[in-house]
Nanobody, 114 residues
Framework: QVQLVESGGGLVQPGGSLRLSCAASRSIFSINAVAWYRQSPGKQRELVAAIASGGSTTYADSVKGRFTISKDVTKNIVYLQMNSLKPEDTAVYYC????????WGRGTQVTVSS
């Protein structure tokens, strides 16, 4: 049973940047697709970005060109680089298997506000 721990969230101004990290307790990212999801108050959890075991990526239309998902399979870490942040990006960000088969953790809060 793999543990995933998110970190890197915080308070930033519009236009700012953050890099989120998702650390796994053991090596899984070479054989499993992983994704970042987010949830804001009153809304369902939505897919933000995903990366397949082979490295292909996909993004929600709302973040294309601004967010980049990447991974370091040796360190068992998946990253989400977020640039040009908007207030609409405010949410709790979670990482999980792409098929959402893992347990949801606490996530990390991202707040974009002046």
């Amino acid at each position: 049973q793999v543990q995933l721990v998110e970190s890197g969230g915080g308070l930033v101004q519009p236009g700012g940047s953050l890099r989120l990290s998702c650390a796994a307790s053991r090596s899984i990212f070479s054989i499993n697709a992983v994704a970042w999801y987010r949830q804001s108050p009153g809304k369902q959890r939505e897919l933000v970005a995903a990366i397949a075991s082979g490295g292909s990526t996909t993004y929600a239309d709302s973040v294309k060109g601004r967010f980049t998902i990447s991974k370091d399979v040796t360190k068992n870490i998946v990253y989400l680089q977020m640039n040009s942040l908007k207030p609409e990006d405010t949410a709790v960000y979670y990482c999980n298997a792409y098929d959402r088969s893992g347990s949801w953790g606490r996530g990390t809060q991202v707040t974009v506000s002046s």
